[in-house]
C-alpha cells in the first residue's frame, strides 16, 4: 500500500535554517504545508554539528501542528549527509531532501539510510520519505529515472540557482532560462506518479513578479513551490485555491461522469465543453484541492 | 564523558543561548546569565544540569548566556558544546544520551 503521506498537499514548502532557533521555533504560525529545515547551504561550515543538535530537539520537543518537517541534509559529496539522516530520523522528521541529486543511485543510497536509521531507532520501516532535488543538467536529464528510483521518493524540486550556474547563465526573472528543466521535470514526474516542486523566488521586492512566476509553475502542472518567506504563502496559497467556478464544473463533471457511466454514455457535454473519462481524475483533483484550501462546501 | 578542552556553541541572537564549557575543578560549575532568570532561571538551570548528568560530565565549569532559549534549544547548545570539547562529530547517541 502505497504511504499516506505520498500525496499529500505540499503547495508552499518554506526554507529555514535548522542552526536558527528563532526560525524554528514557531514556523508553523504562517502555515506552509511543508517546512524544510535545513542543515545544508544556509548552516556555516563551522555550525554544521550544533545544527544537527538543534534540528533533533526541535523535531522532537516543537509541536508543528501537521504542518510536514522535510530535512534538507549535506550532500552525498560530504562526510557529514549520513549523520543528518541519523539525526533527522532519530528526531521523527516526517521526510528527508537530498541536495544536488543527479542519479537514481543516489537516492537509493539515502533510501538504505534511511532505512538503516529507521532499524537503528526502532522507527516504523517505510516511515521517512525522501524527495530529490535537481540542481544540474545532470540531473534534470535524468528526472525520469530519479523520480522511479524509490519507493519512498514523494517528489522533485527544481533548485534554480545552482541548475543556472551549471548551464552557464543567471536568473533572469522572466523564466526562460528554467523553462526546459521545468518542463522535463514536470513530465518525468507525471510519467512516474510523483509530486514535482518548483524552485524559490528570491527577489522579495517584487511580489508581483512572484505572483506570475507562481500562476505559471501552476499551469504548467507543479504541485507547489519551495519559498523563503512567509510573506509568500498566501500569495501560493492563493493561486493553488480552486475559484468557486472551476469547482462548480469540477463537482457537475463527477457526478456527470458517474451517471452517464451507468447508462453506457461515454462522451457528453458539460456547460458547453465535451467531457470524457478523461476529465474525471482532474475534476477530483480540483475538488480535493478545494477540500484541503478549506473552500469546498459541497458534498462529493 | 571528559571535558578535555575550552568549547563554545550557540549565539547571542534572540531565541538561543551561548554555552562555553571548559574542564572544571572536581564537580560541575555552572553559571547563568539571563534577562528572565527571576522567571526563568531555575528552570534553564535543571535543564542544562539535567543535559550534562545524561552526558555523563561530572567535572565542568560551564557558563551559559540566556537570550530566551527553549529547552530545547539550551539542550542543543549545551550537547553541541560538550561534543566539541571532547571532538565527536558523528556516530552521536540521538535517542539515547541524547534525547
Known amino acids: ?300 | 564523558m571528559e571535558i578535555v578542552k575550552a568549547a563554545i556553541a550557540g549565539t547571542l541572537e534572540s531565541s538561543d543561548c551561548m554555552v562555553t564549557v571548559e574542564p572544571g575543578e572536581g564537580s560541575v560549575e555552572l553559571e547563568l546569565e539571563s534577562a528572565v532568570i527571576r522567571q526563568y532561571g531555575r528552570q534553564i538551570r535543571k535543564i542544562a544540569l539535567e543535559t550534562l548528568d545524561r552526558l555523563g560530565v561530572q567535572d565542568a565549569k560551564v557558563r551559559i548566556v540566556d537570550k530566551g532559549a527553549l529547552d530545547c534549544t539550551i539542550k542543543a547548545r549545551v550537547e553541541a558544546a560538550v561534543y566539541r570539547s571532547v571532538g565527536q562529530r558523528a556516530d552521536l547517541p540521538w535517542g539515547g544520551a541524547i534525547v
Not at chain 1, 267 to 285: E, H
Request: hydrophobic share 40%; net charge negative; glycine share 8%.
Open chain 1, 1 to 300: 500500500m502505497s504511504h499516506p503521506n505520498k500525496k499529500r498537499l505540499r503547495r508552499t514548502m518554506m526554507f529555514l535554517n535548522a542552526q536558527k532557533p528563532g526560525l524554528i521555533k514557531d514556523p508553523y504560525i504562517y502555515k506552509p504545508d511543508s517546512i524544510m529545515l535545513d542543515l545544508e547551504d544556509a548552516v556555516a561550515e563551522k555550525e554544521k554539528d550544533a545544527a544537527r543538535f538543534s534540528l533533533f530537539h526541535a523535531l522532537r520537543e516543537i509541536d508543528y501542528r501537521g504542518v510536514e518537517r522535510v530535512v534538507r541534509v549535506n550532500g552525498l559529496d560530504t562526510d557529514l549527509w549520513r549523520e543528518d539522516i541519523r539525526a533527522a530520523v532519530a528526531g521523527g522528521c516526517d521526510s528527508i531532501r537530498i541536495p544536488k541529486t543527479e542519479t537514481a543511485k543516489d537516492v537509493q543510497m539515502v533510501a538504505d539510510a534511511v532505512a538503516e536509521a529507521e532499524k537503528e531507532f526502532g522507527v516504523e520501516p517505510g516511515r521517512v520519505l525522501i524527495m530529490a532535488a535537481l540542481e544540474s543538467a545532470k540531473g534534470v536529464m535524468h528526472a525520469l529515472e530519479i523520480c522511479e528510483s524509490s519507493d519512498r521518493l514523494f517528489g522533485v524540486a527544481l533548485s534554480g540557482g545552482d541548475y543556472t550556474k551549471d548551464l552557464q547563465t543567471t536568473i533572469s526573472g522572466t523564466g526562460v532560462e528554467l523553462m526546459g528543466a521545468r518542463q522535463m521535470m514536470i513530465i518525468a514526474a507525471r510519467a512516474a506518479g510523483v509530486q514535482c516542486f518548483d524552485t524559490v523566488f528570491t527577489n522579495l521586492d517584487d511580489m508581483e513578479g512572484f505572483r506570475k512566476e507562481v500562476q505559471t509553475i501552476k499551469q504548467m502542472g507543479f504541485d507547489g513551490k519551495s519559498i523563503i518567506n512567509p510573506r509568500q504563502i498566501s500569495i501560493v496559497h492563493e493561486i493553488y485555491t480552486p475559484t468557486p467556478k472551476e469547482i462548480t464544473f469540477a463537482e457537475k463533471v463527477v457526478r456527470e461522469i458517474d451517471e452517464k457511466k451507468a447508462l453506457g454514455i461515454g462522451v457528453f457535454t458539460v456547460d458547453g465543453k465535451m467531457i470524457d473519462i478523461a476529465f474525471y481524475d482532474g475534476a477530483k483533483r480540483t475538488i480535493e484541492l478545494a477540500k484541503a484550501s478549506g473552500v469546498y462546501k459541497g458534498e462529493l
